[in-house]
């Protein structure tokens, strides 16, 4: 049977909580079996969702299964972060394509994924391809996470849930960074979603100011079932990332005190960074927002012309630029529809630079109230037509050296 490409979550939800757990399994397998029909493949991944729920596991096989689906995953290291209109389907996909071994969804607002339909298909679609996956929720209410959780499992790896947005849109919305001061609604978010789903919950968190609430907070999560932790090394109050400089030993420290997986976020320029951050916190993978905006190809060793400058060793033109880059991604979101305001935001995090040399480009781009591949397939050429480009760079030896597993 031939796969269509992108997996919008067109059909109602699967049926609600069960009474049983048998009922619980069997709806599951159901779904699960219907879905490998559907494919030509089948991961181990698929296999670990046809699994039980794991209501009945205990804190020591809690952790054996955490490292079970970590390992089933290939212990995939280069991790696109989670960002808001940002990590959307076709930026997945180029990410992947330059190096990336897993990515997040962007965030998703649990309540508004279980009650509209229009916002569960334009905010998330994927495609056989886009795994590694990780679906990130927000959520203040464990049984509505539950019915948006179920929602996406048949399609993921993990179930991810945002206790790091620092954003007022967060506080006012009581979820993200503001339920650090909630701990008991963390534990019991966390509990529902690892007591009833198939496939694993991670948690993405930010630090507290005191080493130690941090290591509290991160232990009672392990504790609660989550099963793979990112830290992002900044804390609630420190918005700006170009102005704080995230914590890389704060990271350590969690990474030491827990059991499971835990993966490092803040301050990846390119791949220098990416294996510092692995070697000072010992940590089993990298999440990079920022930079991968800019640099797509960041995993795959290649690096903006402002992180050669002062670098001692030899580097040359990768043969690759931020305009060919956004031409994959133009082809990608031809292939993978997406709202076009997330085409507009990778235009101008691809294109900045450029923009920069050539500021009546931006403003023709900025004057459109509606875009159309044509418009921007055109503003490239017209852009190497006059002239402008700026080369991603590449060490000459090879950059991923001492990162393979
Ligand atoms: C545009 C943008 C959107 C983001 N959206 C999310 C999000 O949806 N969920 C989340 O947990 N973090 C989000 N973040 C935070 C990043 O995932 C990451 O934790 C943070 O940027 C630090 O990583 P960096 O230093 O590599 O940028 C976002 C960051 C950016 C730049």
């Not at 496939?199 to 079932?225: H, W």
């Not at 969690?254 to 059991?259: C, H, P, W, Y």
Request: glycine content about 4%.
């Amino acid at each position: 049977m031939a796969l269509t490409h992108t997996r919008p979550i067109h059909s109602d939800p699967p049926p609600p909580p069960a009474e049983s757990d048998e009922l619980v399994c069997s709806l599951h397998e159901q779904q699960q079996e219907q879905q490998l029909e559907e494919e030509s493949s089948v991961s181990d991944t698929a296999a670990f969702c046809l699994e039980s729920p794991a209501r009945c596991l205990t804190g020591e096989a809690c952790i054996e299964r955490a490292w079970d689906q970590w390992n089933k995953l290939g212990r995939p290291k280069l991790i696109v972060a989670p960002m808001v209109d940002n990590s959307e389907l076709p930026f997945r996909m180029l990410c992947r394509k330059y190096g990336a071994e897993a990515a997040y969804t962007p965030m998703l607002h649990s309540r508004i994924f279980t009650e509209t339909e229009k916002y569960r298909n334009e905010e998330f679609t994927t495609c056989k391809e886009d795994r590694p996956l990780f679906v990130q929720f927000c959520a203040n209410d464990p049984d509505i996470l539950l019915a948006a959780a179920r929602r996406v499992e048949p399609y993921c790896d993990y179930v991810d849930i945002n206790f790091g947005c620092p954003q007022r849109i967060a506080r006012r919305g009581n979820y993200g960074a503001f339920l650090m001061d909630k701990l008991p609604l963390v534990k019991s978010l966390v509990e529902k979603l690892a007591t009833n789903l198939h496939v694993p919950v991670s948690c993405k968190i930010r630090v507290f100011p005191n080493l130690q609430d941090t290591l509290s907070y991160a232990k009672m999560l392990e504790d609660a079932g989550c099963s793979l932790l990112a830290v992002h090394g900044r804390t609630r109050d420190e918005k700006d990332g170009k102005k704080f400089r995230a914590d890389w030993n704060a990271i350590r420290a969690v990474k030491n005190a827990l059991r499971i997986p835990v993966l490092a976020n803040g301050n990846i320029r390119h791949m220098d960074d990416v294996k510092n951050l692995m070697e000072e916190t010992g940590c089993d993978g990298v999440l990079s927002a920022e930079s991968l905006l800019e640099n797509p190809a960041l995993f795959a060793g290649f690096r903006t012309a402002e992180w050669i400058e002062g670098s001692e060793e030899s580097t040359k033109d990768g043969n690759l630029d931020q305009a060919d880059l956004l031409v994959e991604y133009l082809k990608l979101c031809e292939r993978y529809p997406v709202p076009w305001r997330m085409i507009r935001s990778h235009v101008h995090k691809l294109l900045g630079e450029w923009f920069r040399i050539h500021p009546s480009v931006r403003e023709d781009l900025n004057a459109q109230s509606r875009l159309t591949f044509e418009f921007l397939y055109d503003m490239v050429n017209q852009l190497r037509e006059r002239g402008v480009r700026i080369p991603l760079y590449q060490k000459d030896t090879n950059v991923t050296d001492g990162l393979a597993s």
